[in-house]
């Protein structure tokens, strides 16, 4: 089974940048499809970015559209997602997820890393 770890959160003003990382051991990365998704208290988890095993296909939810971008590479068995003109409504638990079978069927998670935007 594929393990995910994720690295890159912590805290940032409002109109910042952060870089999220998802490493992956184990498994077969690169048949993956592979998302972001993100908790904040009291809301339903949402997922904020999704990118086809290929790279070809990506998908973002409105709420992050044009700031959020997902990437991944490969070589390195990583999925990224940059965060641009973060707002303090981004704030949340961030966690990434492998499509380890079935399509919909997100098999593998990370533990989440805290982003915190403060205004």
């Known amino acids: 089974q594929v393990q995910l770890v994720e690295s890159g959160g912590g805290l940032v003003q409002a109109g910042g940048s952060l870089r999220l990382s998802c490493s992956a051991s184990g498994g077969s990365f690169s048949t993956y499809a592979m998302a972001w998704f993100r908790q904040a208290p009291g809301k339903e988890r949402e997922m904020v970015a999704f990118i086809s095993p290929s790279g070809d296909s990506t998908y973002y939810p409105d709420s992050v559209k044009g700031r959020f971008t997902i990437s991944r590479d490969d070589a390195k068995n990583t999925v990224y997602l940059q965060m641009n003109s973060l707002k303090p409504e981004d704030t949340a638990v961030y966690r990434c997820?492998?499509?380890?079978?079935?399509?919909?069927?997100?098999?593998?998670w990370g533990q989440g890393t805290q982003i915190t935007v403060s205004s």
């Open positions: 997820a492998a499509q380890t079978g079935r399509a919909g069927i997100w098999g593998a």
